[in-house]
T-cell receptor, first 115, second 112 residues
């Protein structure tokens, strides 16, 4: 089946620094990728939709200058959390939509801890 | 309010008991997905329903999509500790939606 990878799986960074999370579709092309955030005991909340070759679309309440998204190729999207704060600590999950089938596949997630 | 409502929010059952989790939408569902997750881990795809009235089973888990395509239920028969986790329903709300919107989740605990 289709595989989506995320790197890193866990990251700890200091407050004020930036951290980049990569999302790759390994065996299919994804013109659209999605970034979700999940807090403990809560559901997944869509942060933004990443479109290959164009600007990302952010959900209401998500700061686009803080969560920079780049979708430079059909298999890679990156989320950069800039000037991270402890409240940004969360589980971030990416999802890639198969260009051909339209199905959405999820990565294993990245746990970000900001100290 | 959330567009996809799940109930109950949490459930504690004794091993061997049956249970049902519901997912209700305020909009017509175009593809309803059920996932299982442990927090801090990825989503495990369980099954996908598309047609009203559709029912699918996998091992001891059965999911149904009602005729009007606005509600789905997930039923677990003879629950086991391995069934414990967070169950999430996801759907594309509206015909043009590309992304999955998720329900609030149901935390299931199975007591041995």
């Amino acid at each position: 089946g289709a595989v989506v990878s995320q790197h890193p799986s866990r990251v700890i960074c200091k407050s004020g620094t930036s951290v980049k999370i990569e999302c790759r579709s390994l065996d299919f092309q994804a013109t659209t990728m999605f970034w979700y955030r999940q807090f403990p005991k809560q559901s997944l909340m869509l942060m933004a939709t990443s479109n290959e070759g164009s600007k990302a679309t952010y959900e209401q309440g998500v700061e686009k200058d803080k969560f920079l998204i780049n979708h430079a190729s059909l298999t890679l999207s990156t989320l950069t959390v800039t000037s991270a704060h402890p409240e940004d600590s969360s589980f971030y999950i990416c999802s890639a939509r198969d260009h051909k089938s339209g199905e959405q596949y999820f990565g294993p997630g990245t746990r970000l801890t900001v100290t | 309010s959330q567009e996809l409502e799940q109930s109950p929010q949490s459930l504690i059952v004794q091993e061997g008991k049956n249970l049902t989790i519901n997912c209700t939408s305020s909009k017509t569902l175009y593809g309803l997905y059920w996932y299982k997750q442990k927090y801090g881990e990825g989503l495990i795809f369980l099954m996908m329903l598309q047609k009203g009235g559709e029912e699918k089973s996998h091992e001891k888990i059965t999911a149904k999509l009602d005729e009007k395509k606005q509600q789905s239920s997930l039923h677990i028969t003879a629950s086991q500790p391995s069934h414990a986790g967070i169950y999430l329903c996801g759907a594309r709300l509206g015909g043009s939606a590309r992304q999955l919107t998720f329900g609030s989740g149901t935390q299931l605990t199975v007591l041995p």
